[in-house]
């Protein structure tokens, strides 16, 4: 079992930066390929960004690529995403996910572990 908890969620302007946090329990955080997802009211969780077991690998999704970097620490068991140059289509809250697999995934479905979210708003 993995529980993952999410920070650094919170307002900022558009254009402002921030990064989110996501901390896994467990002692095996590099067998686990992980992800990060937003979901906006009224609309379905999205894909934002994942990375590899051993952070070698890196996905990002076109709406967010070049924006948005995802990284990780397997020392510290943690996973963050940073997020520079906001939109205020970014706002949504915001999921971290852990896929037990090295290879990381950007369907919902395959991951078994998921956060319980961080909610960023980006003003205009």
């Known amino acids: 079992q993995v529980q993952l908890v999410e920070s650094g969620g919170g307002l900022v302007q558009a254009g402002g930066s921030l990064r989110l946090s996501c901390v896994a329990s467990g002692r095996t955080f590099s067998s686990y390929s992980m992800g990060w997802f937003r979901q906006a009211p009224g609309k379905e969780r999205e894909f934002v960004a994942s990375i590899s077991g051993s952070g070698s690998m890196t996905y990002a999704a076109g709406s967010v690529k070049g924006r948005y970097t995802i990284s990780r620490d397997n020392a510290k068991n943690t996973v963050y995403l940073q997020m520079n140059s906001l939109k205020p289509e970014d706002t949504a809250v915001y999921y971290c996910?852990?896929?037990?697999?090295?290879?990381?995934?950007?369907?919902?479905?395959?991951?078994?572990?998921w956060g319980q979210g961080t909610q960023v708003t980006v003003s205009s």
């Open positions: 996910a852990a896929r037990p697999r090295v290879v990381p995934s950007t369907t919902p479905s395959e991951y078994n572990y």
